[in-house]
Structure formats: C-alpha cells, structure tokens
C-alpha cells in the first residue's frame, strides 16, 4: 500500500531484535526516542489504568503506543495484528475495513483452548458487523466456526484459495518464486516473489484477496504488484545468513510453524541431512515440534532461549530423543551455534529454529541488519 502513495502504518508482533520493529510507517521504524518519549507521556494514563482496573499487560501498552503513534503521524491506512486471539485482545478496540485470519493452529491453549474450536472461536471475535472477512486455509472446524460468526454479523466471508489464483512459474528455492497472480480486481503476471517456502504462497493469496477489499473499500490500488512484490523482506523467516556453511533460520515458535517449515524445507532440499538447532518456550508443543523436524535431521543441538519462559527447558531432551538420531544439550545459545558449526558435514545445512527469543541471539552472530 506504501507503493500507492498512502502513508501506511503497520503493527505487528513480536519483535525479532527491537521493539520498534512492531511499529512502522511505510517500512520506516519508530526510533528508540520516539517510543521512549511515547512511554513516558503514557506513563500517567498507565498508572491511572493501574489503579482503575489493574495492571494492563506489556502488548496493552504496545498497542496504546502504536495507535497514539499513528494518529500523530497522520497514517491513512493500519495495518494491524492481533496479539493473541481476538475477542479480548487489545486491538479488538478497532472498526477495520477488512478483517482477516491466515490460520488457526492449536496454540496458547491454555488461553484461548483446549479445542481448536474453541481457537477459532476466540480468533474469530475481530469480526464486525457487515465488515468482509477473509481467510486464508480451509480447515472444515474453522470454516464453520468464521462461516457461523459472520452469518451472525451479516459479514461477507472470503475465502482466499477460491479468489486468488496464484500459478508457479519458477521455484527457486530459498531464492523464492516466480509467480502469475490473479484476484477479482488485480492481476500480474512473471512476478518475483523472494519469500521461499510453499506457506508464504497460502500468505499471500490472504494478501491478495485483502487487497481487493482495501481497493472496493474506497483506496483503490493502481500500481503493478511486481515491484511491490519483488522488494519485499522477511528477517527471520527461511533466512539464509550465511552461506558456507548454509545456515538457515526460521521461526518456527509453534506446531503449525514448524511443520510448514518443514514441508517447505522438504520441497527445497528433499534429500539432504542438517544439523538443527532449537530452543523453544516452556508452552510449545515440544513433542509435536521435534517430530515435524525429524526428517533429515542427524544431529539435535537443544538450547534454552533467554527469559523466564523456558525455564524448564531441560525437560525437551526427553522429548527430542525420539524424534532424533543423536541430541546434544548447550544452554547458551551463541554455545549451541558454535557446537552446530562444529558439526556440520560439507553436505549439510544448519537449520536454527524456535521461539524469537532464540533467534535474536543467533541472528546477530551472523548480520547486523
């Protein structure tokens, strides 16, 4: 939307190395000196909250940040994220033009579960009366649950798969695709879209289709996608920071993550081995990670990621020696890098994966950027 002039405002979450990647403006990050001065001013109204109703939580305050952010800097359009479901989280506060959910996996259950009906359900709260939602997978338990909630609300359900028509010309591994792409409203053919790995094609068909109702929704879109496409950059998702050995980092913070990882790592490398590094947050599906990254992993480095989440982090060596030939423990996690270098045969590749926490630490062995 930035390549059509408009003055875009995006918050998401979390952070990879800074909070202020959570609040941008056409790609450009808040400044550590305007989000502390931002706190600061808050701070009063922070206080008043705690006193009222109790203490609101740290992704509360982000979100009163971005949003006071963006009414000063004039933005036409936000671009926001959920933290965690939808009916109580903070951004629920908004009447968006479009609402959209890429997928539902079974994750913070012990918030939003047990089911993944009850998932959807939670997540399924961002819709608003009359509003147009879009989603982007085609799980039949959440398919009924989004389809009931906007009957309910008289809100046009979009299902992506059946209005984006995206055709693979090239595959090009982790150097992404070339793509002919084709909604209802816009169309591009021989576009290079450099995210690798199948699931970002299933994020993108969402994309679309919510581009389509940002342009009926009175913003229309006239630009051709293929520049906007072909700059695009994801730190942190099927990354390769270095190349001899290859390293590749993903993060894969969750059972539905990591088995798209693996798929896409299956379809780019069918038959090669790696070392995989993995540190991941005491409420993760340990198990049911470890067994989606089993294929072609002859080595297991467990490390702990930084903060009071992983705290028992020890018990996931239980749970990986099933899954892999051979599993080595190194809290640290520069150790646990270091220990994969060490390992690695010429033939094979460095997978770290995990929770953000893990990443952040790994990532800045290998780039500053």
């Known amino acids: 939307m930035s390549g059509e002039g408009y003055r875009v405002g995006v918050f998401t979450s979390p952070h990879l190395h800074s909070y202020c990647e959570r609040i941008r403006i056409n790609h450009q990050l808040i400044t550590a000196d305007e989000l502390w001065s931002l706190i600061n001013e808050l701070r009063p109204a922070i206080r008043e909250c705690e006193q009222a109703v109790g203490n609101p939580t740290e992704f509360e305050i982000l979100t009163a940040l971005a949003f006071t952010y963006f009414e000063r800097q004039d933005i036409e359009i936000a671009v926001i994220e959920t933290g965690m479901g939808g009916i109580y989280d903070s951004t629920n506060v908004v009447t968006p033009l479009v609402t959209a959910i890429t997928n539902v996996g079974l994750d913070h259950l012990q918030y939003l579960g047990p089911t993944l009906e009850d998932v959807a359900y939670n997540k399924a709260g961002i819709i608003k009366p009359g509003v147009p939602m879009v989603y982007g997978d085609n799980d039949p338990v959440v398919h009924r649950v989004l389809s009931d909630t906007c009957s309910r609300q008289d809100s046009p359900l979009i299902m992506a798969t059946n209005t984006v028509e995206i055709t693979r010309v090239e595959n090009n591994g982790l150097e992404g695709f070339v ?18 790995g199948s699931y970002q094609l299933e994020n993108l068909a969402t994309a679309m289709a919510i581009l389509d109702q940002v342009h009926q929704g009175g913003f229309p879109i006239n630009t051709s996608l293929a520049g906007s496409l072909s700059g695009l950059r994801w730190p942190g998702r099927m990354e390769r920071i270095h190349q001899h050995p290859e390293v590749i980092l993903d993060a894969a913070h969750n059972l539905h993550g990591a088995q798209g990882l693996a798929r896409a790592l299956e379809e780019i490398y069918p038959r090669r081995n790696r070392v995989l590094v993995i540190g991941i947050l005491d409420d993760k599906d340990g198990p049911g990670i470890f067994k989606s990254l089993s294929a072609h992993t002859r080595l297991c480095i467990l490390t702990r990621p930084e903060g009071n989440r992983a705290d028992n982090w020890l018990r996931r060596y239980e749970q990986a020696q099933p899954a892999f030939p051979q599993v080595y423990l190194a809290e640290g996690i520069e150790q646990a890098v270091n220990r994969a270098l060490e390992e690695v045969k010429a033939s094979e590749y460095i997978l770290i994966t995990g929770s953000f926490m893990t990443l952040d630490r790994a990532r800045r062995m290998f780039t500053q950027t």
């Open 179 to 196: 793509l002919d792409l084709l909604t209802p409203i816009l169309a591009a053919r021989g576009v290079r879209f450099p995210l690798p």
